[in-house]
């Protein structure tokens, strides 16, 4: 870990360096990963609660790499972020998502909306606006059908300067959504200024949800929040049927998670959607 690397340099120096090589051999295959299309979008429904229909999906990005098999976003990302390769990956996704999203609108399904996280590296690129713009006019698809999630933490980082660019999203008539919310100390005040739709509650306090807890108050408080602050509020995590009541219960709006949907590949997402609309 960082902390034992700082407190026993000498010790773990042998490991960093094996590390550094290793770090190495994954900057290179992921851009190779780029060139050669390995790059996959599952797709995790969002659900309104208590009992409503699909709003959408959440994009999630999947690396289908050749050895290594199927590799999930936590395992890439800091390394595509530290290397910049994080901003054409990120305007793959964005442009995927889009392509995406266009042709689930063509099968009639003009109501939901396609969501999009973007990194804090994403988020500070001057051109962010070029690209989201360039995504949405190539494949013709209304400003209003995507939704760009955007960390507590990031939107919080230069609170001015994440005002303006937010406030140049929500301009093109892009939804904007506060993902992992509950972690970053937005101060009221700031989030009163926030040109956001929705608030999602992070997974860290679902977790534990039943009547009494202390994630509990902080659930039906943020709850509360979004009423008189006029956001949606979006639970991430639902695991459990008890989870679903509570939120239910405090008059959460919406909910994903793998009790009700896990992130699939497009055509599974379209084929479960269907299944669930019928019955
Ligand atoms: P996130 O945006 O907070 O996404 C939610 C994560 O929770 C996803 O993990 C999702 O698969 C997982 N999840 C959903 N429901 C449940 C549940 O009920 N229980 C549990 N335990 N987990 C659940 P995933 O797909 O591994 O993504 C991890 C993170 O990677 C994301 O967190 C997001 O920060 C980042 N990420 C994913 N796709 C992209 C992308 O296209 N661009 C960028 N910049 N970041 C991405
Ligand atoms: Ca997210
Ligand atoms: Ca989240
Ligand atoms: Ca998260």
Known sequence: TKRAGRNGYNFFEPSMNANAHHQLQWLQDLRVALERKQFRLVYQPKFSLPDGPVLGAE???????????????????????????????????????????????????????????????????????????????RHQLPPQSLTLEVTESTAMHDTEASLLTLQKIADLGVEISIDDFGTGYSSLLYLKRLPANELKIDRGFVRDLSDGTEDAAIVSAIVALGRTLNLRIVAEGVETERQQQFLASVGCDALQGYLRGRPMAPDLFLQTMREQHKS
């Open 59 to 137: 994009a999630l990005l999947r690396w289908q790499h050749p050895e290594r098999g199927l590799v999930g976003p936590d395992e890439f990302i800091g390394l595509a972020e530290r290397s910049g390769l994080i901003i054409p990956i990120g305007a793959w996704v964005l442009d995927e998502a889009c392509r995406q999203m266009h042709e689930w609108l063509t099968l009639g399904y003009a109501d939901w909306k396609i969501a999009v996280n973007l990194s804090a590296v994403q988020f500070a690129d001057p051109h962010l606006l070029e690209v989201v713009r360039g995504a949405l006019e």
